[in-house]
């Protein structure tokens, strides 16, 4: 129990920006779900998802969601995955 109504305005605060990393991760959770089934599933449409969970893995980070290193991870498996399936044999 917050003290003080700094505290107070400080967990009001927390619990807001907790529901709104919480929302943008797990769209972003699902958004490479899709994406790595479309992959499998080696569908023309993959091309598209791929490059829109590129954007979105960028704005998560920008927006501190996620850190760099995890950004960069996340989208190295990705994009290498996605050439591992699309290559031209």
Not at 9 to 32: F, G, P, Q, T, V
Request: proline share 1%; aromatic share 4%.
């Amino acid at each position: 129990m917050p003290n003080s109504k700094s505290a107070e305005k400080n967990l009001r605060k927390a619990i807001k920006h907790r529901s709104y990393n919480a929302k943008i991760e797990n769209n972003l959770k699902d958004l490479i779900k899709k994406g790595r089934r479309l992959i499998d599933a080696k569908d023309g449409k993959a091309k598209d998802l791929v490059a829109k969970i590129l954007v979105a893995i960028d704005k998560a980070a920008q927006k501190g969601v996620i850190k760099k290193n995890t950004r960069d991870r996340k989208k190295s498996r990705l994009q290498k995955k996605f050439n591992q399936a699309f290559k031209k044999a």
